[in-house]
């Protein structure tokens, strides 16, 4: 195994949202509740504070998201999770009501992080989705 190979795992940890929240909670940092969820799952038996967000845990451009306000919802959302998902993973996390959009990105080459930003979204209103300030 190559070295450059050996590497690659650890960048999997920040692209794949259960491990990467499975890694906060290891370094002891903050991060959303959460239940990682595949399609043998019992949701019944999760202790769930809604609202919740359901994302498959392998999958960018907002494919697969939908914020949950019901029981009746989760279900189906979980389905549409599962199947975005090339892993059959979930992610249910909690919704955190606030007036803050965070968004983070990195360039990533040879398993090295090259560059990374933090940004803050300012949106014009509570309809806009396009920022317009960073």
Do not use: W
């Amino acid at each position: 195994m190559s070295k450059k190979e050996r590497k690659l795992p650890n960048i999997k940890i920040l692209d794949e949202k259960h491990k990467f929240r499975l890694l906060l909670n290891e370094l002891g940092l903050p991060c959303p509740q959460y239940y990682i969820v595949d399609c043998s799952a019992d949701l019944s038996k999760l202790n769930i504070k809604l609202p919740v967000v359901v994302k498959p845990v392998d999958c960018g451009g907002n494919r697969g998201i939908t914020k949950v306000s019901n029981f009746c919802e989760l279900k189906n959302a979980v389905m549409v999770a599962l199947q975005e998902s090339s892993a059959n993973t979930a992610i249910i996390e909690e919704f955190i009501v606030s007036d803050l959009q965070v968004n983070g990105d990195c360039v990533i080459i040879d398993s090295k992080v090259k560059c990374a930003f933090l940004g803050k979204y300012v949106y014009k209103n509570k309809f806009s989705i396009i920022p317009y300030a960073t």
